[in-house]
């Protein structure tokens, strides 16, 4: 017993260790650990300021406002957004920053460390109250290595003020009683954010509340608070989204053969062997935590081993792309029946002959049993889900694995505490098969999105939409005559009626196939619309007889311009576009996108058609759509060495390297969609950038392009 006992400690606190140093791996992945901050408003009538108060952990620093020429480090950015509610007085003021050559990279470093504040005064001009909005980026480093930039933008409350106005002797009003004093040096070192121009992705609202009764009101966004709701702007939904599939596929891999036979032989074994049905209950709650621990660990492991940051990258890559399309054929294939695909048979038997110890390391090794004699179901499902998991980066394969065996385990413990319940559960059966058979379904055609992304980088134009829409058609029409019984695979039992529950799924996939069939001609099919290539990537962009998304006239081609999103012309080339923009006068709207990216899909189809943002588009600005993935090689008098602004070299080979470079280089935002509005001589106008999680609503987008409409004609 005390072998045994020896043991399981050993194993758990292996188990425990991986975990928790995977968990403080990816943690430290986040700049935003190693600095707290927090904003407040320190008002007096109409005058302000706002105070951005910041604390670095200890060993790190984050850089100046301002850096030395032979820097390549990224500025701290504290930058108070335009508006008419308000003017800026002078220029940002920043404590002395500590200034030293470092002889390693050889440059010259001004940054901040420890605890330290950034003010920023302002003269309101508003008599209601308002709120106001700031960037805040850094970039946090320490004695051997820099993090990958943190970028937001937060907004505080401002209260209005009542702006007194005499009358001169002529009896017209004071320009000095309207207008705020001019802007004036910095009280030390007159640290000019000006240039700083990044903006962010997520918006983070006070929950402070300005208290009309006082005429001095200090509102903070807490440190803390600011981080929570920073993480969860679009990083939290992420990690929701994550652990709600994941869930979903546990429950779908509860009802393949190879795992739902197991459900009453695992419970009824529990129930029998145990002396109460407390003990029963708790032994069978041990067996369900063991796969939680299990399936946990085999993520984290995937992930630790090739990287989250590898594996994201590995996802928008063509070969990977590839590769994944030719395991999920063999997969689904599989699952139809041509043959099983399992682990060693060795690997499950001494796994099964550990079950038969006692204790907590027995019902550990039952669980093991479980995940590697189910690995034929399994396998593909949490292959699926490790890859979006890890392509989310940080916690999601924790988050993912967790709510896939969550949903596995959850039964065996339900059951184990209520055992009437089994008497519910329908009987294996050919209905078993049938689900895996699905499942394969599903499987071939989820393949050939992953064909279609390394198609789309390459621009083969070998599946193009037409094609991609006439195999989806194929497989769930297929689909649906083996659900309605017309065909039969190697391992179906005979069916001599159908259920009901078959018939409306059967009825549902004709629906399907229904809907999928005018995309031949155009049709958007926005509810696919992140699946299928582009519009533009087809066989007949306007579709045939040039109808396709939309029916509004072109006009005359114009040199350098492709077909884009909602039959919009773009360019891809942004010299190109600057050079036309500043030629027909118009401002010009620079698209950071992908071809594999799924949110740029869903917002040109779901956004950039909507009535009201048609029409700017394509009549009043000049869009440039630069694609971050594409893999065209680039001309060899462009394929340069470059430097990234955490100093890191890359040579540019392929036109998606020379747009990464820009967006990053530029915004430190490497997010698609990300979308930025310029004059003709190129530069931003001071709108901020949109993005998917702030401006997928039609109503958040149309507001951003009339901004940037008006700051365009106002710059004139």
């Known amino acids: 017993m005390n072998f045994i006992y020896n043991i399981m400690m050993k194993s758990i606190s292996l188990l425990l260790m991986i975990v928790f140093s995977f968990y403080s791996f990816s943690q430290a992945e986040y700049p935003e650990d190693k600095v707290e901050w927090s904003f407040k408003v320190k008002q007096t009538g109409c005058d302000a300021e706002i ?18 020429a032979d820097n390549f480090g990224i500025p701290t950015t504290f930058k108070i957004h335009e508006s008419t509610n308000y003017k800026k007085v002078g220029k940002v003021i920043e404590p002395k920053p500590i200034e030293k050559f470092d002889k390693v990279s050889k440059e010259s470093l001004r940054y901040h460390e420890g605890t330290f504040t950034l003010k920023q005064k302002i003269k309101i001009t508003s008599d209601k109250d308002f709120d106001l909005k700031l960037d805040f980026g850094f970039q946090p480093c320490d004695s051997v290595k820099c993090l990958f930039p943190f970028e937001e933008v937060f907004t505080v409350k401002v209260k209005g003020c009542e702006i007194k106005v005499e009358k001169a002797d002529d009896g017209l009003l004071k320009a000095s009683d309207l207008d705020p004093v001019e802007p004036g040096e910095s009280e030390e070192t007159g640290a000019n954010t000006e240039s700083n121009d990044e903006q962010n992705s997520a918006v983070v609202n006070s929950k402070d509340d300005i208290d009309n009764s006082d005429s001095e009101k200090t509102l903070v966004v807490t440190a803390d608070e600011g981080k ?22 546990g429950l779908i891999a509860l009802v393949t053969p190879c795992v739902f036979p197991m459900i009453p032989m695992t419970v009824s074994f529990f129930t029998k062997q145990s002396k109460t049905k407390k003990q029963g209950i708790n032994n069978a709650i041990k067996y369900g935590i063991s796969i939680i621990v299990i399936y946990i660990v085999l993520g ?18 063509p070969v990977f792309n590839i590769v994944f399309f030719v395991l999920l054929v063999v997969f689904a294939i599989s699952f139809m029946g041509a043959f099983e695909i399992g682990l060693p048979s060795s690997w499950a038997n001494k796994a099964d002959s550990k079950a038969d110890k006692g204790g907590f390391i027995g019902i550990f090794f039952m669980a093991l049993a479980l995940a590697l004699v189910s690995f034929s179901c399994t396998g593909p499902i949490v292959g699926i889900l490790l890859v979006q998991a890890a392509s989310e980066g940080g916690l999601a394969p924790f988050v993912g694995m967790f709510g896939f065996s969550l949903a596995l ?19 294996s059966g050919g209905w078993l098969n049938s689900v895996k058979v699905v499942l394969g379904f599903l499987e071939l055609a989820l393949a050939f999105k992953f064909l279609s992304n390394a ?23 297929v689909l649906a005559m083996y659900l309605f019984g017309k065909l039969r695979l190697p391992h179906d039992s005979p069916m001599e009626k159908l259920s009901v529950g078959r018939t409306l799924f059967g009825t549902t996939v004709v629906i399907f196939v229904i809907y999928l069939i005018p995309g031949l001609w155009g049709a958007p099919l926005k509810i696919i619309s ?72 869903k917002m040109e189809q779901s956004v950039w058609g909507e009535p009201g943002i048609l029409e700017i588009l394509r009549d009043e600005v000049v869009i440039v759509s630069l694609y971050v993935d594409e893999r065209v090689a680039l001309p060899e008098e462009e394929q340069i060495t470059v430097t990234y602004p955490n100093g890191r070299e890359k040579h540019l080979k392929t036109v998606g390297d020379k747009n990464s470079f820009k967006q990053v280089s530029e915004y430190q935002v490497t997010a698609q969609p990300y979308y930025i509005f310029q004059n003709g001589a190129g530069e931003d106008l001071n709108v901020g950038p949109a993005d998917y999680e702030n401006h997928s609503n039609p109503s958040d987008f149309k507001r951003w392009l009339e901004e940037g409409l008006e700051s365009y004609n106002a710059s004139k």
């Open 530 to 601: 992140a699946f299928p290539p582009p519009m533009s990537y087809s066989e007949a962009p306007l579709g045939f007889g040039g109808g396709g998304i939309t029916t509004a006239s072109q006009g005359e081609f114009i040199e350098g311009t492709h077909l884009g999103p909602q039959n919009i012309m773009v360019f891809h080339d942004h010299d190109k576009a600057l050079a036309y923009a500043n030629k027909v006068n118009k401002p010009l709207m620079v698209d950071f996108t992908g071809h594999n990216c799924v949110n740029c899909r």
């Open 455 to 477: 198609d789309l980088a390459l621009q083969w134009h070998f599946l193009e939409r037409e094609v991609f829409l006439a195999i989806w058609i194929g497989i769930f029409l």
């Open 409 to 427: 385990a959850l039964p065996f413990a339900l059951f184990a505490a209520f055992p009437g319940w089994m008497n519910t559960l329908p009987k």
């Open 300 to 317: 984290l492991l995937v992930t630790a081993i090739f990287g989250a940051d590898s594996l994201n990258k590995m996802s928008t890559d």
């Open 51 to 68: 105070i951005g108060e910041f604390k670095v952990d200890e060993h790190w620093h984050i850089n100046a406002l301002n850096l030395p």
């Open 228 to 249: 929570k709701q920073s993480k969860s702007d679009p990083t939290g939904r992420s990690l929701w989204w994550i652990f709600g599939v994941s869930f979903v596929s």
